[in-house]
């Protein structure tokens, strides 16, 4: 096996460009992911990339680097639209693992159950991913997650950041996660919401995003139209309103089960949120 930490993008992305690079950033799911007896046989290590590994705060939007990771997020001046995001940091199993793993690896290992993927649709968060022969390239990361542990990313390329557009001022959000206990646990369910109210305390603008019960985490679209113009206390979740969900049936819980959590889910998030 061999071990690369190069310092600056550009041989990082040669390096992404040879077979068999197995790209580690917190290095939290590598050797989970590997088959019994087939370790990987080149460690990409992208952490000492300081493109990589910081926060900067752009004209119109917020820069994170691809290897930034959990307690960054979580120390980091953010606007109070990114609530949830850090919230959801504080989730993602120990102080060990968030100290480690990063936002990016987050978003390549391409869980259902990532805690940090329904708080950035809310955001209308967007991937800057890199390769050496085509330079950057911007996908919504709607479009960027296809399936579990699968996503758009090609063999030769990097996520170097995830852009987010500048929130409304008065936005605020929160997250909420079922698990089988407080810590150190899988989502059995999860929601995000981020929510702006109109001087009359009437929501003018909303965003929920659910993962774990579905292929991929994903916006209720139709229940964000049906809070327009709402009291944040007269809230309802509606059946009807969780249609594009699909959850299993597995050993943390039924799809019923997960139904029936995230209607309350999205109920208290928005909560939450509008009455921060």
Same mark, same amino acid.
């Given at each position: @096996?061999?071990?690369?930490?190069?310092?600056?993008?550009?041989? &990082?992305?040669?390096?992404?460009?040879?077979?068999?690079? +197995?790209?580690?950033?917190?290095?939290?799911?590598?050797?989970?992911?590997?088959? %019994?007896?087939?370790?990987? %046989?080149?460690?990409?290590?992208?952490?000492?990339?300081?493109?990589?590994?910081?926060?900067?705060?752009?004209?119109?939007?917020?820069?994170?680097?691809?290897? *930034?990771?959990?307690? $960054?997020?979580?120390?980091?001046?953010?606007?109070?639209?990114?609530?949830? #995001?850090? $919230? &959801?940091?504080?989730? !993602?199993?120990?102080?060990?693992?968030?100290?480690?793993?990063?936002? /990016?690896?987050?978003?390549?290992?391409?869980?259902?159950?990532?805690?940090?993927?329904?708080?950035?649709?809310?955001?209308? &968060?967007? #991937?800057? *991913?890199?390769?050496?022969?085509?330079?950057?390239?911007? @996908?919504?990361?709607?479009?960027?997650?296809?399936?579990?542990?699968? +996503?758009?990313?090609?063999?030769?390329?990097?996520?170097?950041?995830?852009?987010?557009?500048?929130?409304?001022?008065?936005?605020?959000? &929160?997250?909420?996660?079922?698990?089988?206990?407080?810590?150190? !646990?899988?989502?059995?369910? @999860?929601?995000?919401?981020?929510?702006?109210?109109?001087?009359?305390?009437?929501?003018?603008?909303?965003?929920?995003? *659910?993962?774990?019960?579905?292929? =991929?985490? $994903?916006?209720?679209?139709?229940?964000?139209?049906?809070?327009?113009?709402?009291?944040? $206390?007269?809230?309802? =979740?509606?059946?009807?309103?969780?249609?594009?969900?699909?959850?299993?049936?597995?050993?943390?819980?039924? /799809?019923?089960?997960?139904?029936?959590?995230?209607?309350?889910?999205?109920?208290?998030?928005?909560?939450?949120?509008?009455?921060?």
């Amino acid at each position: @096996m061999s071990y690369n930490s190069p310092t600056d993008l550009a041989s &990082a992305l040669a390096l992404a460009a040879k077979a068999h690079q +197995t790209v580690i950033a917190g290095g939290t799911d590598v050797y989970p992911a590997s088959r %019994q007896g087939r370790p990987p %046989q080149s460690l990409l290590d992208v952490t000492r990339i300081p493109d990589l590994t910081s926060i900067a705060h752009l004209d119109d939007h917020i820069r994170i680097g691809a290897a *930034v990771n959990w307690t $960054q997020i979580i120390n980091a001046n953010l606007p109070a639209a990114f609530d949830a #995001l850090k $919230q &959801a940091a504080r989730e !993602v199993g120990s102080v060990q693992i968030q100290n480690s793993g990063t936002i /990016g690896g987050n978003l390549c290992n391409a869980s259902p159950a990532a805690d940090g993927v329904p708080p950035l649709l809310t955001l209308d &968060a967007s #991937l800057e *991913v890199s390769s050496l022969a085509r330079g950057p390239r911007i @996908m919504p990361l709607g479009d960027f997650i296809t399936g579990p542990r699968s +996503t758009e990313l090609q063999a030769d390329e990097l996520v170097t950041a995830v852009l987010v557009p500048n929130p409304d001022a008065n936005a605020k959000s &929160a997250f909420e996660k079922l698990g089988s206990r407080k810590y150190l !646990v899988i989502s059995i369910t @999860m929601t995000a919401a981020q929510i702006t109210c109109d001087d009359a305390g009437k929501i003018a603008q909303a965003r929920v995003a *659910v993962g774990a019960c579905s292929a =991929v985490a $994903q916006r209720l679209l139709d229940l964000e139209a049906s809070l327009i113009s709402k009291i944040p $206390q007269d809230v309802h =979740v509606a059946r009807h309103h969780l249609a594009p969900l699909s959850p299993i049936d597995d050993v943390r819980g039924s /799809g019923e089960f997960r139904l029936d959590v995230v209607a309350e889910q999205c109920v208290r998030a928005i909560k939450r949120a509008a009455l921060a």
